[in-house]
């Protein structure tokens, strides 16, 4: 078959030829009959592609020059934190002793394994200002479910049954209202202020004898430092609820500011983004949780302790919630977190911060001022800023969702879009610290270009993209109607349904 672009490839199943093999085994030095039951035995043989061992090769290949992901290029998936993911943590991942521990060994075998998550809570204490850690919870909103539960418990354990509301700022994250939601919590919806940060007065209207906690994420989503904290805590901590810090994303404070010394009480991490492991398709995370000591025995079990001499599992906890995630957590993304932690050492998270944060606000004042895009709230950015295409939708009819799927033709991934839901439009870009100077310039330069473009032919924007393997999808009827097999996929092509 004749290929004419790279994209243009066919299933392996279509590449399949009858008779082609791709191994060869060792024959057997005797001639042994293995006895399979009967009832144990397929009927018919296996539907298997039969093709060569480099027919193989090439095609995975191709496959993955079809994808994009940190290792292409710019990632700035705002919120997201998809930074580059030094190599040596995979190596020290794949590290036999690493990979192959088993959950179910006894502990004096596995003295290496709980040294490392020993030691990683060692680091994360140290970084948010918190006294205990839990890194069992699977994903930050494994581990918020964790952090609002232990809220939940620890009023149930002071008798305060009316406090069975949760606030959340209208920033915020979809995850936390979602959580305090499935923690049984009633969500009272906090709005922000023209400067993008929570309105004070609001606040103060909204706690009550009913108020569990206020759930925030500092700085906020639109990148946005909520210099009022300490006022913030005071309202909440006076009203009789906790503070529970989304930390998912910490890249702007390492080693600047820690949630402990801002009152916070309870705090998520997302190990997935602060430290390393992008988690593009969707997993595996890991979602530390750490808590202030008058809450510490309200933390999943089992812990992680250590009594100078052996590390042990500590089931110990008198008024745990329980498990949030079958045994210890994804211990993988933990290696491969101390890992990057120790090789930045201290000043090197500082330094990630530092950079993260200029390169927010480079991009930012590069950008600025471009027909189309309007700055939402001030200017000033910690790790992400948010635009708004909402003029440019307006003048061109050009939305946010074109400028994203425009960037694509450009070999660039796009930011997020229409998030935080109180931007309109919202374009909200993170480049992190682990892009150049050049790549920033060559980002801002395509946005530009698709200003101009927008202004001058639309429709080249709107049609896009033009040059990758997928154009532009139905959203909704892939969500509806996904092809998630070869066997669906033939299905669909035989009713002459489906395009892509
Ligand atoms: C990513 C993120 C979450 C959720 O984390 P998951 O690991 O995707 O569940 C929560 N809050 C904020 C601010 C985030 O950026």
């Given at each position: 078959?004749?290929?004419?672009?790279?994209?243009?490839?066919?299933?392996?199943?279509?590449?399949?030829?009858?008779?082609?093999?791709?191994?060869?085994?060792?024959?057997?030095?005797?001639?042994?009959?293995?006895?399979?039951?009967?009832?144990?035995?397929?009927?018919?043989?296996?539907?298997?592609?039969?093709?060569?061992?480099?027919?193989?090769?090439?095609?995975?290949?191709?496959?993955s020059e079809?994808n994009y992901g940190v290792d292409s290029g710019i990632y700035?998936?705002?919120?997201?934190?998809m930074k580059y993911n030094p190599k040596?943590n995979e190596?020290?991942?794949?590290?036999?002793?690493?990979?192959?521990?088993?959950?179910?060994?006894?502990?004096?075998?596995?003295?290496?394994?709980?040294?490392?998550?020993?030691?990683?809570?060692?680091?994360?204490?140290?970084?948010?200002?918190?006294?205990?850690?839990?890194?069992?919870?699977?994903?930050?909103?494994?581990?918020?479910?964790?952090?609002?539960?232990?809220?939940?418990?620890?009023?149930?354990?002071?008798?305060?049954?009316?406090?069975?509301?949760?606030?959340?700022?209208?920033?915020?994250?979809?995850?936390?209202?979602?959580?305090?939601?499935?923690?049984?919590?009633?969500?009272?919806?906090?709005?922000?202020?023209?400067?993008?940060?929570?309105?004070?007065?609001?606040?103060?209207?909204?706690?009550?004898?009913?108020?569990?906690?206020?759930?925030?994420?500092?700085?906020?989503?639109?990148?946005?430092?909520?210099?009022?904290?300490?006022?913030?805590?005071?309202?909440?901590?006076?009203?009789?609820?906790?503070?529970?810090?989304?930390?998912?994303?910490?890249?702007?404070?390492?080693?600047?500011?820690?949630?402990?010394?801002?009152?916070?009480?309870?705090?998520?991490?997302?190990?997935?983004?602060?430290?390393s492991t992008p988690?593009g398709?969707?997993?595996?995370?890991?979602?530390?949780?750490?808590?202030?000591?008058?809450?510490?025995?309200?933390?999943?079990?089992?812990?992680?302790?250590?009594?100078?001499?052996?590390?042990?599992?500590?089931?110990?906890?008198?008024?745990?919630?329980?498990?949030?995630?079958?045994?210890?957590?994804?211990?993988?993304?933990?290696?491969?977190?101390?890992?990057?932690?120790?090789?930045?050492?201290?000043?090197?998270?500082?330094?990630?911060?530092?950079?993260?944060?200029?390169?927010?606000?480079?991009?930012?004042?590069?950008?600025?001022?471009?027909?189309?895009?309007?700055?939402?709230?001030?200017?000033?950015?910690?790790?992400?800023?948010?635009?708004?295409?909402?003029?440019?939708?307006?003048?061109?009819?050009?939305?946010?969702?074109?400028?994203?799927?425009?960037?694509?033709?450009?070999?660039?991934h796009?930011?997020?879009?229409?998030?935080?839901?109180?931007?309109?439009?919202?374009?909200?870009?993170?480049?992190?610290?682990t892009v150049?100077?050049?790549?920033?310039?060559?980002?801002?330069?395509?946005?530009?270009?698709?200003?101009?473009?927008?202004?001058?032919?639309?429709?080249?924007?709107?049609?896009?993209?033009?040059?990758?393997?997928?154009?532009?999808?139905?959203?909704?009827?892939?969500?509806?109607?996904?092809?998630?097999?070869?066997?669906?996929?033939?299905?669909?092509?035989?009713?002459?349904?489906?395009?892509?």
């Amino acid at each position: 078959m004749f290929r004419q672009a790279k994209w243009e490839e066919p299933l392996i199943f279509e590449l399949s030829r009858e008779g082609r093999v791709g191994y060869t085994m060792p024959k057997p030095i005797e001639d042994v009959e293995i006895e399979i039951p009967e009832k144990l035995r397929r009927k018919s043989s296996l539907n298997l592609p039969e093709l060569s061992e480099p027919e193989v090769v090439k095609h995975y290949t191709r496959l993955s020059e079809m994808n994009y992901g940190v290792d292409s290029g710019i990632y700035p998936l705002g919120s997201c934190t998809m930074k580059y993911n030094p190599k040596i943590n995979e190596e020290i991942a794949s590290h036999p002793g690493v990979a192959y521990v088993h959950p179910y060994q006894d502990e004096r075998t596995v003295q290496g394994a709980l040294k490392i998550m020993w030691e990683l809570e060692q680091w994360l204490k140290e970084i948010t200002g918190m006294d205990r850690f839990t890194l069992q919870p699977a994903a930050g909103a494994n581990g918020e479910f964790t952090g609002v539960s232990i809220i939940r418990a620890y009023h149930l354990d002071h008798g305060e049954t009316q406090r069975t509301e949760m606030l959340v700022p209208d920033s915020a994250h979809g995850t936390n209202p979602a959580s305090a939601a499935m923690a049984g919590f009633k969500v009272i919806e906090i709005p922000s202020n023209e400067n993008g940060t929570v309105d004070l007065e609001a606040l103060e209207n909204a706690v009550s004898e009913r108020t569990a906690g206020l759930m925030l994420t500092n700085p906020n989503t639109l990148g946005i430092f909520e210099d009022e904290i300490l006022e913030i805590a005071k309202i909440v901590h006076k009203a009789g609820g906790l503070l529970y810090y989304d930390g998912a994303n910490l890249n702007a404070v390492l080693g600047k500011i820690r949630p402990g010394d801002m009152g916070f009480d309870v705090v998520h991490l997302n190990l997935h983004k602060t430290f390393s492991t992008p988690h593009g398709g969707g997993g595996p995370g890991s979602g530390p949780v750490g808590v202030k000591d008058f809450l510490k025995d309200y933390l999943p079990v089992p812990l992680v302790g250590y009594d100078g001499k052996r590390y042990y599992l500590d089931y110990n906890v008198p008024k745990s919630i329980g498990k949030v995630k079958e045994l210890y957590g994804n211990f993988a993304v933990m290696v491969r977190a101390l890992t990057y932690l120790k090789i930045m050492g201290r000043e090197g998270l500082k330094n990630a911060s530092e950079i993260a944060v200029l390169n927010a606000n480079y991009l930012t004042q590069k950008l600025k001022g471009t027909r189309g895009y309007e700055l939402s709230h001030k200017e000033l950015r910690k790790h992400e800023v948010v635009f708004s295409a909402e003029p440019m939708k307006k003048e061109t009819g050009v939305k946010a969702l074109d400028v994203a799927k425009r960037l694509l033709d450009f070999g660039m991934h796009a930011p997020t879009i229409y998030f935080p839901l109180i931007v309109h439009e919202a374009l909200m870009i993170e480049p992190t610290e682990t892009v150049s100077k050049e790549e920033l310039d060559a980002y801002v330069e395509a946005l530009k270009r698709i200003s101009e473009e927008a202004y001058s032919n639309p429709e080249i924007v709107k049609g896009a993209p033009h040059s990758t393997a997928v154009k532009r999808v139905d959203d909704v009827l892939a969500a509806k109607k996904p092809i998630l097999s070869w066997r669906m996929y033939i299905k669909l092509k035989e009713e002459g349904g489906v395009d892509y």
